[in-house]
């Protein structure tokens, strides 16, 4: 089972910046082949429906249109970890942050994909 913790959430005045880290453990499978596939962001804010914010998968980066140019994505292959910097946040940006992953397992010569999520962190921008 895969396990998955958000770390860098908090309060923070508009413009300012928050870095948010996901780390991913239990991925290996013994006797077969696992990957993260993808590994990224999703945001729910009060009262909205739980939405992509950024992710990496296959090597590249998708942005929401919201955060294009204030927030970037980076991923350690070798942490299993993946980051989102976030730069000139705005009160609309405040949401419960969630890391979601994706496991990719080769088995018989066929792949098969498990979603993971984490518990979420809170962030409030706000004066």
């Known amino acids: 089972q895969v396990q998955v913790v958000e770390s860098g959430g908090g309060l923070v005045q508009p413009g300012g910046s928050l870095r948010l880290s996901c780390a991913a453990s239990g991925v290996s499978i013994s006797g077969y082949m696992s990957t993260l596939s993808s590994m990224g962001w999703y945001r729910q804010a009060p009262g909205k429906q739980r939405e992509l914010v950024a992710e990496?998968?296959?090597?590249?980066?998708n942005y929401a249109d919201t955060v294009k140019e204030r927030f970037t994505v980076s991923r350690d292959n070798a942490k299993n970890t993946v980051y989102l910097q976030m730069n000139s946040l705005k009160p609309e940006d405040t949401a419960v942050y969630y890391c979601?992953?994706?496991?990719?397992?080769?088995?018989?010569?066929?792949?098969?994909?498990?979603?993971?999520w984490g518990q979420g962190t809170q962030v409030t921008v706000s004066s």
């Open positions: 979601h992953v994706v496991r990719r397992t080769v088995i018989g010569g066929r792949t098969y994909d498990s979603d993971y």
């Open positions: 990496i998968s296959g090597g590249t980066a």
